[in-house]
């Protein structure tokens, strides 16, 4: 099995097409995360969404949002799962999808997984502070699993209200915030091997 160049891959992820989202938009940042993925390989890759459920030895099940395949050069027909993906808009559930995909790396079953995604939305000062207690964790996965990559991926919002799109819905006004930015790092054996 050969290697995917996960760093260019990156940088053709196109987040500035989630800017003309509002709302959540977690549906359509998994949407742009299977884009992404096909649109690196035409030919070989597909994609499921949602993931197969996997077991934990304590008995939880969790369903991730995608499982990324790709032909098996030998048997054209046989798809191997290379990577598993998780969106996540809500601070309060990162680390459960954290552990979801934990769960994906460490199962025995995915022999062929070589990535692990994580891609979560920061709104604010405290989602920063947050997001680093997040990257070590990763960190510390990637002690365990040392033959995956971990990505992590993360998309801001803007900052401010002078930054914001009004929306009428009746004769009501609403204003919202959308994703401005997205960066990204590659983590493998407990460090930073890539980033944006």
Not at 6 to 29: C, N, T
Not at 45 to 50: E, G, K, Q, S, V
Not at 139 to 149: F, H, M, N, Q, Y
Request: proline content about 1%; hydrophobic content about 40%.
């Amino acid at each position: 099995m050969t290697g995917l160049n996960l760093e260019k891959m990156l940088e053709q992820f196109e987040y500035d097409r989630l800017s003309r989202v509002r709302g959540e938009a977690h549906d359509a940042i998994v949407g742009e995360w299977i884009r992404w993925w096909l649109e690196a390989n035409l030919e070989s890759h597909i994609a499921f969404n949602p993931a197969k459920y996997v077991d934990t030895k304590e008995g939880k099940s969790y369903s991730a949002d995608i499982l990324f395949c790709r032909r098996n050069k030998e048997e054209f027909e046989l798809q191997e799962i290379v990577g598993v993906g998780e969106i996540e808009n809500k601070r309060k559930k990162w680390f459960q999808k954290l552990e979801s995909l934990k769960s994906y790396a460490l199962s025995g079953k995915y022999r062929d997984l070589q990535f692990t995604l994580l891609s979560v939305r920061i709104y604010s000062r405290k989602d920063k502070e947050l997001f680093s207690q997040l990257l070590e964790r990763i960190r510390e996965a990637s002690l365990v699993t040392p033959e995956i990559d971990w990505l992590l991926y993360h998309l801001s919002e803007t900052s401010g209200k002078q930054d914001v799109d009004l929306v009428a819905i009746g004769n009501d006004v609403y204003w919202h915030r959308f994703i401005s930015s997205g960066e990204w790092a590659i983590i493998k054996n407990g460090k930073v091997r890539a980033h944006s």
